[in-house]
């Protein structure tokens, strides 16, 4: 079984090939990047073809031999996914510390033994200190794969001890094409690879929010705000950010969610003025002649300070300002600006 073919990482899956191939594994590695990207799924490759004991090449697994199966449902005695613990936030040092008594151990199968570990950024401090321990003097036949979003919260000590490899969100364009794989409609399905940057995690994630049918309603609505209804606004959408937390975002998170469709809906107006006309592609295609038509004759700045505003209601609410008031202070702003430029 070669390399599986996830969608967009094909340089991942060469750098690993290579490495496989060169017989020089490094014992660790980092993978880095957003949630559904195919990182796990590579790490879960990475460890048939270490385990597999019926592979013709280096940087192949047969998939089919007991081991291939075993690693494929979790269920291999040389292979073990670690993670937060249910209930917790960060990951502790016993789990670290649980991973390390089993590094110590001889294979029981195979001719090594392979760790996965999870959501690596969330390690606490004497976690990654104790898992260094780890990494500078690594037990004989064990290899680690360290699966992050990010690499800032990684300790340096940690990083420089991990070989990276990137995994990169989709262009656009292609998750979009698999979101409408799922059954998404097509103008909500373009929305929503634009609006998660390309993630797949974020993009799933965003849509169990219902994320896109809300944007759906939102537009008109920015569209036609005017100053007497901007309170009823802010109910609304507070309203919608707390059904939206429902699903498991926290509350403010869900609301900071939610205006960043407003900000990616004041960022499509200032492309339609700054580009007049010419074909710059908008993340709204629902409501797109109407964006257009707004945009006519206006300057980009204008919508570019909408944008900031609604970008300083994002961080006011990050740095736990009043919710309600730093809504109706933002409709009321965005509300007057629209009345004085018509
Ligand atoms: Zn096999």
Request: charged share 25%; with cysteine; aromatic share 6%.
């Amino acid at each position: 079984m070669s390399v599986p073919d996830i969608l967009g990482q094909h340089d991942a899956a060469r750098l690993l090939r290579a490495a496989l191939r060169s017989g020089r594994l490094p014992h660790a590695y980092l993978f880095v990047g957003s949630s559904g990207t195919g990182r796990l799924a590579m790490g879960r490759w990475l460890a048939q073809v270490l385990l597999c004991q019926r592979k013709v090449e280096p940087d192949e697994c047969c998939g089919e031999c007991d081991d291939c199966v075993a690693v494929a449902s979790g269920r291999h005695p040389d292979y073990r996914e670690v993670g937060v613990p249910a209930g917790k936030q960060l990951l502790p040092i016993e789990t670290i510390r649980d991973l390390q008594r089993a590094a110590s151990l001889k294979p029981v199968l195979g001719v090594c033994r392979v760790f996965t570990v999870t959501e690596a950024e969330l390690m606490t401090i004497e976690a990654a200190n104790c898992f260094l321990k780890t990494l500078e003097e690594p037990p004989g036949a064990c290899f680690f794969v360290l699966i992050a979003s990010g690499l800032r919260q990684i300790p340096a000590t940690v990083l420089s001890r991990c070989q990276v490899v990137r995994f990169r969100n989709l262009p656009p364009d292609d998750l979009q094409r698999r979101l409408e794989e799922q059954g998404m409609d097509p103008e909500d399905a373009h929305w929503l690879a634009r609006r998660s940057w390309g993630s797949p995690g974020l993009a799933q994630r965003l849509g169990e929010m219902g994320l896109a049918a809300f944007n759906r309603e939102l537009v008109p609505q920015l569209r036609a705000m005017s100053l007497e209804d901007n309170f009823r606004l802010s109910d609304w959408l507070d309203g919608r950010a707390k059904e939206g937390a429902a699903s498991g975002p926290k509350s403010r998170a869900a609301l900071q969610e939610v205006l960043e469709c407003a900000l990616l809906y004041y960022r499509d107006l200032a492309l339609a003025a700054a580009t007049r006309g010419a074909a710059a592609e908008l993340c709204n295609r629902a409501g797109e002649d109407g964006i257009r038509e707004l945009a006519s004759g206006v300057e980009p700045d204008a919508f570019v300070e909408d944008a900031e505003l609604v970008l300083e209601t994002i961080e006011g609410i990050g740095a736990n300002a009043n919710r309600r008031l730093a809504l109706d202070r933002l409709f009321t702003g965005l509300a007057r600006r629209r009345g004085t430029a018509n």
